[in-house]
């Protein structure tokens, strides 16, 4: 026997994978086995839980934020009045990308009710169109939206806004805006009492907590501007804004500042693609401490089969070929342990909607508060572009981690390993 062929390398590398012979060394090495199956097992189900959440998060956080905010917004780059809006808003809606287009007013401000003071966005839109630019006033336009009538004054707020103001609808608030104007007593800010006309809830704390809407023309008139001082506008395809607008910004010119949503979000869409960057390093590393573990594991495998060793190489099979039978049982539990890791990983991602609130009421706990995390639920996304990648690197690390102790059994001299038998 000049060599040793590819199934019986196989055959002999799952035999001692699963042997569990009597006897205190072979059952510790038995053990080591297992607990680095059980490593890469546990490092590959966390890898792709972490990574199926904080997927899920992300989406859930930017759907939440395309039901109220457009996907382009266009103003004028000395922020007067447009024009004629309608005019703009028809440019728009002649390019292929663009379904819908609506004025708008944006400002802030402070809502006051007896001593409470909240800081608030105020957006100013058009009750009749502003339901085909986004979502959530598509869903409100029959109830609230409808009676936001130009003169009236009237608001809709967030949800959690509303409750830190302890209003409810048909009540007055309030309203100072930060340009002056002079009074006897000297430069005061600017006040506008408002009624409450409706509450809304996007399931976004930051816009529950800070955003109003009231009609286009009575935004404009607290602006002091002749009209709509832009155009928000919705495409058929969201993920196709930050493309989209340097073609409607070449399309208006530098008269005009385009702005889509992305930009509008920049700063928290970094932070969560750095965030999930890093988790992703980490806990590979944790992948590859557990399939290092297999070293330690070949190595005492190698120590205890040493004459083994020599009598197939006494049968002619080649260094090669004992290097191979080492690297095939390494590979096996590594294999075994990632796919185990897939299975977990795969059960736990597709059940957390289940899983975290057990755990909350089981410990009393909320692990997502929603003032800091924006969203009070756990999502999970598991998609093929990180899973795919975790299982590859998990089964590269394991194969690697089996070519030391494979090469030390082929340089096993049969006669000094036979001579200790």
Request: hydrophobic share 50%.
């Amino acid at each position: 026997m000049s060599g040793l062929t590819l199934p019986f390398a196989w055959r002999i590398g799952w035999r001692y994978t699963r042997a569990r012979r009597a006897g205190r060394r072979n059952g510790f090495i038995g053990f080591i086995s297992s607990v680095s199956m059980l490593g890469i097992c546990l490092g590959v189900a966390a890898l792709i839980v972490v990574l199926s959440v904080m997927n899920g998060f992300q989406h859930e956080v930017r759907d939440r934020m395309l039901s109220v905010l457009p996907h382009l917004e266009v103003e004028r780059l000395d922020g007067a009045a447009l024009a004629d809006p309608q005019v703009l808003a028809n440019r728009l809606q002649a390019l292929p990308q663009v379904v819908a287009a609506a004025p708008y007013v944006a400002l802030q401000g402070l809502l006051s009710r007896g001593d409470v003071l909240r800081g608030v966005m105020l957006r100013g839109i058009d009750p009749l169109r502003e339901p085909q630019v986004t979502a959530l006033a598509r869903d409100m336009a029959q109830q609230v939206f409808a009676q936001l009538q130009p003169g009236a004054f009237g608001v809709v707020l967030g949800q959690v806004l509303a409750q830190n103001l302890g209003v409810g609808r048909g009540d007055s608030l309030v309203l100072m805006l930060p340009s002056m104007q002079p009074t006897p007593a000297g430069l005061m800010p600017r006040l506008r009492t408002v009624r409450v006309m409706g509450v809304f809830r996007s399931g976004h704390y930051e816009f529950d907590a800070t955003m109003a809407w009231m009609h286009v023309d009575d935004a404009a008139r607290l602006m002091r501007l002749a009209g709509p001082a832009g155009v928000r506008a919705r495409l058929q395809d969201p993920s196709q804004a930050r493309a989209t607008a340097p073609a409607v910004q070449g399309l208006l010119g530098a008269d005009y500042v385009v702005r889509d949503w992305t930009q509008t979000n920049r700063t928290w869409f970094a932070a969560v693609q750095v965030e999930k960057r890093m988790m992703g390093i980490i806990l590979t590393l944790i992948v590859a401490v557990a399939a290092f573990n297999l070293v330690s594991t070949l190595v005492m495998t190698v120590t205890d089969k040493r004459g083994d060793i020599a009598i197939l190489r006494t049968l002619g099979v080649s260094p090669l070929g004992i290097m191979a039978i080492f690297v095939v049982q390494g590979a096996i539990v590594g294999a075994l342990g990632t796919l185990l890791g897939l299975g977990v990983g795969l059960l736990v991602a597709t059940h957390v909607d289940v899983i975290v609130p057990a755990l909350e009421a089981l410990f009393h706990t909320q692990f997502l508060p929603q003032d800091v995390y924006l969203i009070s639920t756990m999502p999970s996304d598991p998609q093929a572009a990180d899973i795919v990648p975790v299982v590859v690197v998990s089964l590269v690390l394991s194969w690697l981690a089996t070519l030391y102790p494979a090469w030390m059994a082929s340089r096993v001299q049969p006669a000094e390993a036979l001579r200790h038998e």
